[in-house]
């Protein structure tokens, strides 16, 4: 079939190497793609959010499965456009549409859905303009450190963390009287802080049925050890040593089970990925929040582990038959070391060549932020490269996977040479 990927980033690069393995694919097509995507198919120049143009590009090219990679075109509705289409209606849409795609749209209508479906989760309350004096009397009765959350997408930025009654009040104010981060917090979730390990589980499903793919941790601070500010993800691994099978169990029985219920309790169909954020508390998981799509870098970690061809475990999704899909893991471990630009997550440069990269022999190395300009690869953004190792231990794939990363070079670069060795 042809097959058509929606985004330019890592996680983009990751389903277009897993999806170009596929024997039942015919063409691919990445819109826009990068300088990376390119080897697996063709990259087309196309704005995520440009649904019209998507559209007639799939009828031109007769592209029957759409795999959409970012949040933003869902929590937009791409989905509910191919639907309400005459012409476009029969290809399948990976990922929810409008409605569910509130899980991450919204924190507020996350979290009233957790606790509508008895899945556990921070205690919490919403606040507008319209209460911001009770949500600033609410403070004074919370532990510290205290959780802000701006309902809407905020880019990843939109949750802070406050270790002081007086600092929460005036990032409270900031967010839904000063519009902080814009219309995404124009409703604030002030949130019961969780004390613990993070880990993100995946989860398949048509709907009715899904596959838990692969655990992974990711890791968010620029500094090593963890420090300094948060960024898109500095890197990733898989599986997650501490989450053991009677861990993940827990995670099925009291979160996967309860939220694809859920949805079905709500009338709310959905067909793609969830991500579920989690924190382990002393052995017992809780949901600190869903995303709607894969996350980057952790899809750089999971994607590769999988054995199976995930372009029929696609179908099963869109056909509704996913349990009758073939499913295998590998046990071996994924890391993913991600390099970035100069400066980044603050001001950074880009156009800078990098070169190298084809003295990487043992890892798969992702393009996120790159283009090609003549012969050259330029970094065009802040998380420039992932760099996937796949090896039987953890420490061979950290190994491998910060020596490969090392092997590359643009101007500025930066990678953390720690990621994963908190596990051993």
Request: charged share 25%.
């Amino acid at each position: 079939m042809n097959i058509l990927i929606i985004g330019s980033g890592g996680r983009e690069s990751a389903f277009a190497y897993k999806i170009s393995k596929s024997p039942k694919l015919n063409q691919l097509f990445i819109a826009p793609g990068n300088a990376g995507t390119s080897q697996y198919g063709q990259n087309v120049a196309l704005k995520v959010t440009d649904f019209q143009a998507i559209g007639e590009f799939v009828l031109a090219n007769q592209i029957e499965m759409v795999v959409v990679g970012p949040e933003e075109p869902l929590v937009k509705g791409i989905h509910d456009y191919f639907l309400a289409d005459e012409a476009l209606k029969g290809v399948a849409v990976i990922g929810p549409q409008q409605e569910g795609a509130q899980l991450e749209g919204s924190k507020d209508f996350s979290k009233e859905f957790m606790i509508r479906h008895q899945v556990p989760t921070a205690a919490f309350r919403s606040f507008d303009k319209d209460s911001l004096e009770a949500g600033l009397a609410y403070l004074d009765t919370q532990k510290l450190p205290i959780v802000l959350k701006a309902d809407g997408l905020a880019q990843g930025k939109g949750v802070l963390i406050c270790e002081t009654y007086e600092d929460a009040k005036t990032e409270l104010k900031a967010m839904i009287a000063d519009a902080k981060f814009g219309d995404a917090s124009s409703v604030v979730v002030v949130e019961e802080f969780l004390k613990g390990i993070e880990l993100s589980v995946f989860v398949l499903t048509d709907g009715e049925n899904y596959k838990v793919l692969p655990s992974a941790k990711d890791y968010k601070r620029i500094g090593e050890g963890d420090t300094g500010l948060n960024t898109g993800g500095m890197g990733s691994v898989s599986p997650v040593p501490f989450a053991d099978q009677a861990f993940l169990d827990k995670v099925e029985e009291r979160i996967i089970k309860p939220t694809v219920e859920g949805l079905k309790k709500d009338n709310i169909p959905y067909k793609g990925f969830i991500f579920i954020g989690l924190m382990n508390v002393d052995g017992e998981p809780y949901v600190i929040e869903y995303n709607v799509r894969m996350g980057d870098p952790e899809t750089e970690s999971v994607l590769v582990r999988i054995e199976s061809d995930l372009v029929d475990l696609l179908e099963g999704v869109a056909k509704g038959d996913l349990d009758k899909r073939n499913y295998t893991v590998t046990p071996k471990t994924a890391a993913t070391v991600m390099i970035v630009s100069g400066g980044y997550p603050g001001a950074y440069e880009t156009g800078k060549v990098i070169t190298n990269m084809e003295n990487v022999k043992e890892s798969i190395v992702f393009h996120a932020g790159t283009k090609q300009e003549g012969g050259d690869v330029l970094t065009a953004g802040g998380r420039v490269l992932a760099v996937t190792a796949l090896e039987d231990d953890l420490f061979s794939a950290l190994q491998q996977a910060t020596a490969d990363a090392g092997r590359i070079f643009f101007q500025g670069k930066y990678f953390r040479t720690d990621i994963g060795f908190d596990l051993i």
